[in-house]
């Protein structure tokens, strides 16, 4: 049973924008820390940016003033927007669910590649 759907990934040229989406089920959006990751090639998967049910953010260092994280309660969505894109910004990113005690969920990834 899926329960995270990512969409919204590309090609960007450097300095643009994406915005990615992610479609979760209505109880891991009651209950749940929602983040993004990402994974560049040949690296660790890493934490871009999260925010808990009440609305508390907190960024990676290399994404801070350019990326945004929301969510939409009533459509179950997570965003997240990304502006001045770099070159290495370039990642598999992931959509997230964790909750203390509970089990962690993962999307399937969307690729975003910037580059001119």
């Known amino acids: 049973q899926v329960q995270l759907v990512e969409s919204g990934g590309g090609l960007v040229q450097p300095g643009g924008s994406l915005r990615l989406s992610c479609a979760a089920s209505?109880?891991?959006?009651?209950?749940?820390?929602m983040g993004w990751y990402r994974q560049p090639p040949g690296k660790q998967r890493e934490l871009v940016a999260r925010m808990t049910r009440a609305g508390h953010t907190n960024y990676a260092d290399s994404v801070k003033g350019r990326f945004t994280i929301s969510r939409d309660n009533a459509k179950t969505m997570v965003y997240l927007q990304m502006n001045s894109l770099k070159p290495e910004d370039t990642a598999v990113y992931y959509c997230?669910?964790?909750?203390?005690?509970?089990?962690?969920?993962w999307g399937q990834g969307t690729q975003v590649t910037v580059s001119s």
């Open positions: 209505e109880w891991i959006f009651r209950f749940y820390t």
């Open positions: 997230n669910a964790a909750a203390t005690g509970l089990s962690e969920y």
